[in-house]
């Protein structure tokens, strides 16, 4: 194990995701610095195409194969770029875990969601008994609220709405206790009334646990709440850093302005969108990937 | 005060839930829309709101058109049109139009922009005015988009750009009521808030008169002369945006009005104090 000094949570350096395409390469990321401390919350913002999501799957090595990574991933101070398969399967979902978008897909419809638990946390957890794997599941399900967990574990994922289906994977990702949680667009799919339940959730969690927080998402006001450092990004690139009221209050790039005035607020006395205009060179309204390979 | 362009009255519709039918055995229905009745002004732009499930979206229907109504009226100009038969809807079609969520799956991918947009004519029998090509560059260049493009084809362009042309081709018959069903909902938000210029431009210049329908609630406070909240098929609330989001007097909006994310009003206060000094301007 390589150890160094520093006792930051994650550390990425220089990560850069490229795609060999027809017309040359390019980077879906490119060039990304992230720094977390232990217990902290990162909120990674961008549009589509930004490269957030991507850069999600890379921090943990499950960018597409045909995708090249290089840079640096440090989870508390391992790097994980150019760690072997084996080990790598060892630290995703045990140091860190990931929850995505779509619950519905994650989720094996064959099996309850009992036994999709034990079998996550049996296969980091060696050697523990099934009657332990179970107990484990059922305080996972209890942890994130869900009521009557004992009964509920022997159900399967069709049984549960889309909120409690992502309690489910948010309880499957903590039974081991990462130091770490990605979440990639977790409310995203869901109702604001579910959203509000499980951003509290997320929320007291981290407050409980300690457990580091990446958030991904394109929703500002949703970072807004729970980050305490953000990164936006665009076009692969992170175009400004900061803690979460630095960039609310003194938006620097123009981009992260332009974004700012965007959104829709509702509860603006004003009223009145300060839309980029289209055509604007600050945030093309075409979205098409451009031509070029890396400038 | 002037009668409603729209009215929509005691609106039911139910679905047969599948396998509960038999051969002599009616199926139990599932009511997705349990008396709903509403009113539009010309003009104005009534919201629709609600979370997955409310039946927002199937009451829509109902009021374009889309789907028959179990029971109730849709009145347009005072005309009943719930009856209406395949030769009567095409004149209901000229003054209702719709524009949907996702664009690339409601524009056909094989066809240029020009036969996109020219389509709800050519269904009506109508001629194009001016021809087709000039047709389109006008209406293009009506939605903020380049006319040079009209030979184009859906995939080549942007997800806002695609929305503008799901607009256009809404526009083309030249409609008195647009239903809007979660039109800006899947756009990123910089583009978001194009569309919903675009949108409310369209209504100021041409006086258009929009159903819109959304589950985003800043998005309808941005957008609606009035808002109607719906949960289980049913209206629960409804009046001026104002007092709806101002002071919400049933539980349910304001539950949702409490669930909605936001930004802390205070640091927008100084994002906006901070701009306009840098920019030397009042924002």
């Not at chain 1, 949703?222 to 003194?250: A, L, Q, W, Y």
């Not at chain 2, 524009?99 to 009506?124: C, G, K």
């Not at chain 2, 903020?144 to 799901?166: E, M, N, T, V």
């Amino acid at each position: 194990m390589t150890a160094t000094t520093s006792d930051a949570l994650l550390e990425v350096r220089d990560l850069t995701v490229t795609f060999q395409t027809p017309r040359g390469p390019l980077d879906a990321v490119r060039s990304l610095d992230l720094d977390l401390e232990p217990g902290g919350a990162l909120g990674i913002v961008g549009e589509s195409g930004s490269g957030k999501s991507m850069t999600s799957l890379a921090i943990m090595g499950l960018q597409p194969r045909a995708a090249r990574r290089t840079g640096s991933v440090r989870l508390l101070g391992r790097e994980l770029v150019g760690m072997s398969e084996p080990d790598l399967r060892r630290v995703r979902g045990d140091r860190v875990a990931m929850v995505f978008q779509d619950p519905l897909s994650s989720l094996n419809p064959y099996y309850t969601v009992g036994l999709q638990i034990e079998e996550a946390y049996r296969a980091h957890r060696p050697g523990v008994t099934r009657r332990e794997a179970r107990r484990v599941a059922v305080e996972a399900l209890e942890r994130v609220h869900i009521r009557d967990a004992a009964r509920r574990v022997n159900h399967y994922p069709h049984q549960f709405s889309g909120g409690m289906r992502q309690r489910v994977m948010i309880a499957m990702a903590l039974s081991t206790e990462p130091e770490l949680l990605i979440a990639d667009e977790p409310t995203t799919a869901l109702d604001v009334t579910v959203q509000a339940q499980i951003l509290d959730l997320l929320q007291e969690i981290r407050r409980e646990t300690g457990t580091g927080l990446v958030l991904i998402t394109h929703d500002l006001a949703v970072v807004s709440e729970i980050t305490d450092h953000i990164v936006v990004m665009k076009d692969g690139v992170c175009v400004e850093r900061g803690p979460v009221e630095r960039i609310f209050t003194r938006p620097q790039h123009p981009y992260t302005r332009a974004l700012l005035d965007a959104v829709p607020r509702i509860d603006d006395e004003i009223g009145e969108l300060r839309a980029v205009t289209p055509g604007s060179a600050v945030v093309p309204d075409q979205v098409v990937p451009t031509n070029g390979g890396p400038a | 005060m002037s009668e409603p362009l729209l009215r929509a009255t005691n609106l039911v519709k139910e679905f047969p839930i599948m396998g509960t039918g038999g051969l002599l055995r009616r199926p139990a229905t599932f009511r997705a829309v349990d008396d709903v009745s509403f009113e539009i002004r010309a003009g104005e732009t009534l919201a629709l709101v609600g979370e997955s499930g409310s039946g927002k979206s199937t009451t829509a229907r109902l009021a374009a058109r889309l789907l028959d109504v179990t029971s109730g009226t849709v009145e347009l100009d005072g005309e009943d049109v719930t009856g209406l038969g395949r030769s009567e809807l095409r004149r209901f079609r000229s003054e209702v139009q719709v524009v949907f969520q996702d664009p690339f799956s409601s524009l056909n991918p094989r066809h240029t922009v020009e036969r996109i947009v020219t389509a709800p004519l050519t269904y009506q029998q109508r001629t194009v005015p001016g021809g087709a090509r000039a047709f389109t560059r006008s209406l293009m260049e009506r939605v903020g988009l380049d006319p040079d493009h009209s030979q184009k084809y859906p995939a080549q362009f942007s997800g806002g750009q695609a929305q503008r042309i799901g607009i256009a081709r809404a526009l083309a018959v030249g409609p008195r009521v647009v239903v809007c069903d979660e039109a800006v909902s899947a756009l990123d938000v910089s583009v978001q808030a194009q569309v919903i210029n675009l949108l409310r431009d369209l209504q100021r210049e041409e006086g258009l008169t929009y159903l819109f329908i959304a589950h985003d609630l800043a998005v309808v406070r941005q957008i609606a002369t009035r808002v109607a909240v719906m949960t289980q098929g049913q209206i629960v609330e409804e009046g001026d945006r104002d007092s709806v989001f101002g002071a919400p007097r049933h539980e349910y909006t304001r539950k949702l009005l409490d669930a909605v994310p936001r930004i802390r009003p205070e640091w927008e206060r100084q994002r906006r104090a901070n701009a306009a000094r840098s920019a030397g301007a009042p924002a």
